[in-house]
């Protein structure tokens, strides 16, 4: 997913990244929500 979403990590602290990483999660995941919301409704 990081490479998909173009994520290059350069924080200073586990905490920062693991915030960086869980929010690019966030996205993606909504992305991928709105895709398949986009699929299902036509039919």
């Known amino acids: 997913q990081?490479?998909?979403m173009?994520?290059?990590?350069?924080?200073?602290?586990?905490?920062r990244a693991?915030?960086?990483i869980g929010m690019a999660?966030?996205?993606?995941?909504?992305?991928?929500?709105a895709w398949l919301e986009g699929r299902i409704a036509p039919a």
């Open 25 to 33: 999660n966030l996205a993606y995941n909504f992305q991928r929500l």
């Open 6 to 15: 173009g994520l290059v990590v350069r924080t200073i602290g586990i905490a």
């Open 2 to 4: 990081k490479h998909r």
């Open 18 to 20: 693991r915030i960086k």
